[in-house]
């Protein structure tokens, strides 16, 4: 199998397409399984690229690199299946963008579109003409009407991931070790209750390091689950509620100058970086300045953190700047898109309460059985849970997994799929 990457401007849309093809002359197993990358521009003004029988992702808008870590994970799955899929953004983050853009994906003849929609209202006259040109829509992150979609993939990576940081940067105040094997909240409450009793007046203070701005749609999300969690009673006597938010605006090359600055202000517990890269600078920062006390943790990457967490079970975690992180896949929620859309096409998935969808292994993933059920007010969603903590537990492990296939979840990555009550007419 080969897959190429050609750089695209099809109808005014830009994209990415990742085209999985076979029989590609006559080849041995060890050849087929070789992945080859080769780029192309293709002139608008020349030919057009056809994108006829491809399994589109229809990102947001062409801005935000979070859709291309969805759809690396969306793109390997689909191309392992021999499929072709593309990674499709309109020209500006708005519905009637997107909208014009599924009109053409139609015209084009595609087999299939994930939309991450850029609002819920808008599209279904042109998810009607979807349906009636025979195309399954699934949506991603973002719902559109459910009659008129298969099912909707659900990425509860905001708030859970936010509600998480919390908990884990109290668990590190606390002086506290990650344990893998006891529920998240036990630990929670069982630390605070020692902390308590050891200090009655000293609160646990937090200050949290951003990235760009304040216009972020899916950082601010997490800040503002982080806020809402801190506002929980059990943190009260432990943890200061005043949520102290610090955006860098700089580029990677700024970042040790700018954890420089971020350390200068204030005396803090424990800090907490919202990407790997600000997590790695605080990190690095701590470790270079031993007289600054301050734990880090955050959103990280086991390569990324590699000097600053312990390595083994064995290694004292409080020793490391990093005791312990939260690895964030958004690859494998594109993964969980792509299992939901050829299970579909298999007949092996409908989108109705009760039935299973069946998430085949890859790398640290096992088999996962999501099974259908009702979900607030959104009908036909698959829940994915995709991230872990990594912890001297396990760290060793998920260094050993290649970056290029994940961009950081938990092995267990159990979640729900939640489904209309009478199935979706969509692509039927």
Same mark, same amino acid.
């Given at each position: 199998?080969?897959?190429?990457?050609?750089?695209?401007?099809?109808? #005014?849309?830009?994209?990415?397409?990742?085209?999985?093809?076979? %029989?590609?002359?006559?080849?041995?197993?060890?050849?087929?399984?070789?992945?080859?990358?080769?780029?192309?521009?293709?002139?608008?003004?020349?030919?057009?690229?056809?994108?006829?029988?491809?399994?589109?992702?229809?990102?947001?808008?062409?801005?935000?690199?979070?859709?291309?870590? @969805? !759809?690396?994970?969306?793109?390997? /799955?689909?191309?392992?299946?021999?499929?072709?899929?593309? @990674?499709?953004?309109?020209?500006?983050?708005?519905?009637?963008?997107?909208?014009? =853009?599924?009109?053409?994906?139609?015209?084009?003849?595609?087999?299939?579109?994930?939309?991450?929609?850029?609002?819920?209202?808008?599209?279904?006259?042109?998810?009607?003409?979807?349906?009636?040109?025979?195309? &399954?829509?699934?949506?991603?992150?973002?719902? $559109?009407?459910?009659?008129?979609?298969?099912?909707?993939?659900?990425?509860?990576?905001?708030?859970?991931?936010?509600?998480?940081?919390?908990?884990?940067?109290?668990?590190? %105040?606390?002086?506290?070790?990650?344990?893998?094997?006891?529920?998240?909240?036990?630990?929670?409450?069982?630390?605070?209750?020692?902390?308590?009793?050891?200090?009655?007046?000293?609160?646990?203070?937090?200050?949290?390091?951003?990235? %760009?701005? /304040?216009?972020?749609?899916?950082?601010?999300?997490?800040?503002?689950?982080?806020?809402?969690?801190?506002?929980?009673?059990?943190?009260?006597?432990?943890?200061?509620?005043?949520?102290? $938010?610090?955006?860098?605006?700089?580029?990677?090359?700024?970042?040790?100058?700018?954890?420089?600055?971020? !350390?200068?202000?204030?005396?803090?517990?424990?800090? $907490?970086?919202?990407?790997?890269?600000?997590? *790695?600078?605080? *990190?690095? @920062?701590?470790?270079?300045?031993?007289?600054?006390?301050?734990?880090?943790?955050?959103?990280?990457?086991?390569?990324?953190?590699?000097?600053?967490?312990?390595?083994?079970?064995?290694?004292?975690?409080?020793?490391?700047?990093? &005791?312990?992180?939260?690895?964030?896949?958004?690859? +494998?929620? #594109?993964?969980?898109?792509?299992? *939901?859309?050829?299970?579909?096409?298999? %007949?092996?998935?409908?989108?109705?309460?009760?039935?299973?969808?069946?998430?085949?292994?890859?790398?640290?993933?096992?088999?996962?059985?999501?099974?259908?059920?009702?979900?607030?007010?959104? /009908?036909?969603?698959?829940?994915?849970? &995709? !991230?872990?903590?990594?912890?001297?537990?396990?760290?060793?492990?998920?260094? +050993?997994?290649?970056?290029?296939?994940?961009?950081?979840?938990?092995?267990?990555?159990?979640?729900?799929? =939640?489904? +209309?009550?009478?199935?979706?007419?969509?692509?039927?």
């Amino acid at each position: 199998m080969k897959k190429f990457i050609i750089g695209l401007k099809v109808l #005014g849309i830009t994209g990415i397409l990742l085209a999985g093809l076979t %029989g590609c002359g006559q080849s041995t197993e060890e050849e087929e399984n070789v992945i080859e990358e080769t780029e192309v521009t293709v002139d608008p003004d020349e030919e057009m690229v056809s994108l006829a029988g491809s399994d589109v992702f229809l990102y947001q808008n062409n801005t935000d690199s979070v859709g291309k870590e @969805y !759809f690396q994970g969306f793109s390997d /799955a689909l191309v392992e299946a021999g499929r072709t899929a593309v @990674y499709v953004t309109p020209s500006e983050g708005t519905v009637e963008a997107q909208v014009q =853009v599924i009109e053409e994906l139609i015209d084009e003849q595609v087999a299939s579109i994930t939309v991450d929609s850029n609002g819920a209202d808008g599209y279904d006259a042109v998810l009607q003409e979807a349906a009636s040109a025979g195309i &399954p829509v699934f949506s991603f992150e973002s719902s $559109v009407n459910q009659e008129y979609r298969v099912t909707h993939i659900d990425t509860p990576t905001l708030q859970n991931c936010g509600n998480t940081l919390v908990k884990i940067a109290s668990l590190i %105040g606390c002086g506290v070790d990650y344990q893998e094997d006891v529920e998240l909240d036990a630990q929670i409450t069982q630390a605070f209750s020692a902390y308590s009793r050891t200090h009655r007046r000293d609160k646990i203070v937090l200050r949290i390091a951003a990235i %760009g701005d /304040a216009s972020r749609s899916d950082q601010n999300s997490k800040l503002a689950t982080m806020q809402v969690e801190l506002q929980n009673n059990i943190y009260q006597s432990v943890v200061d509620p005043a949520m102290n $938010v610090v955006y860098w605006n700089s580029d990677e090359d700024d970042l040790s100058a700018k954890a420089a600055e971020f !350390f200068e202000n204030g005396e803090y517990n424990v800090v $907490v970086g919202m990407t790997p890269e600000i997590t *790695a600078a605080l *990190a690095q @920062y701590v470790s270079e300045h031993s007289e600054n006390v301050a734990k880090v943790t955050g959103i990280g990457t086991p390569d990324l953190l590699a000097d600053y967490t312990p390595n083994s079970s064995e290694d004292l975690a409080f020793t490391s700047e990093c &005791p312990y992180f939260l690895y964030d896949n958004n690859a +494998d929620s #594109g993964r969980i898109a792509a299992a *939901a859309l050829l299970s579909y096409l298999d %007949g092996n998935y409908d989108g109705e309460i009760g039935s299973e969808l069946i998430v085949p292994s890859y790398d640290l993933y096992p088999e996962r059985r999501l099974i259908t059920t009702q979900f607030a007010d959104t /009908a036909s969603s698959i829940s994915n849970k &995709p !991230f872990v903590i990594v912890s001297k537990e396990n760290a060793a492990l998920w260094r +050993d997994v290649p970056e290029s296939g994940m961009e950081g979840d938990g092995a267990d990555g159990l979640g729900n799929v =939640v489904g +209309d009550t009478a199935g979706s007419t969509a692509g039927r």
